[in-house]
């Protein structure tokens, strides 16, 4: 069972790496929403250290919508995604591989990203252990999360703004977990209470996403 789980793994992995020029998009994508805001908006110091939280999570948001769409769309297209479901393999196995393949390929290069972001927004230098652990424990729930709508909406035509309306509710106690760790970082306070928090809810995705997302897999293919 886990030599399935380590094959689809590497598989999705040396595909995601063939094409370099998509996850560079992604990360150019996400650097730019980060980037550009201070040049649109001309705010001080102080108003861009405070608005940092919700900027960074909110491009890493838009940027894993962006790769969401990948996820199963090419296995779906050649015909591998029915091979997995008739394999007498668990279906909630071979998409735990998946997303974790695609969190390695895209969402890990938005956390590493991350503190030079932070850093050029003028957020103290002690707080970006805790932006990168917050951003570390959330974007694999936003994957899993992601996953789920992303199978839903797999045989649908021009199923991105569907897929939007789906998952950004679900992504909502992310986005305030992730945001309140950073805000208590950067003020100073303790922001354990918030990481848990963030820990909890990987540890639920990881345990109940799959089975939801090979359901979905299941419905979309019929």
Do not use: C, N
Not at 25 to 40: E, K, M, N, R
Not at 123 to 135: C, E, F, K, N
């Amino acid at each position: 069972m886990l030599s399935v789980f380590w094959a689809v793994l590497r598989r999705d992995l040396l595909l995601a790496f063939r094409q370099r020029g998509v996850l560079v998009h992604h990360l150019l994508f996400f650097v730019l929403v980060v980037a550009l805001f201070p040049l649109g908006t001309g705010a001080d110091a102080a108003i861009l250290v405070t608005v940092s939280p919700a900027l960074i999570w909110m491009a890493v948001l838009l940027a894993a919508l962006l790769s969401l769409q990948r996820l199963f769309k090419p296995d779906y297209e050649d015909g591998t995604l029915e091979q997995y479901v008739l394999s007498p393999e668990p279906l909630a196995l071979i998409a735990l591989a998946k997303v974790l393949a695609y969190w390695l390929a895209s969402g890990l290069i938005f956390v590493l990203a991350s503190p030079l972001l932070v850093l050029l927004l003028g957020v103290p230098a002690s707080a970006v252990p805790v932006i990168m652990a917050s951003l570390l424990l959330g974007t694999p729930t936003l994957g899993l999360v992601g996953a789920i709508g992303t199978a839903l909406t797999l045989s649908l035509p021009r199923a991105g703004l569907l897929l939007s309306l789906l998952i950004f509710p679900l992504y909502v106690p992310i986005l305030i977990f992730g945001a309140g760790a950073m805000r208590a970082a950067i003020a100073g306070l303790p922001a354990a209470g918030a990481l848990y928090l963030l820990g909890a809810l990987l540890v639920l995705g990881i345990t109940t996403a799959p089975f939801a997302i090979a359901a979905a897999l299941k419905i979309s293919l019929e």
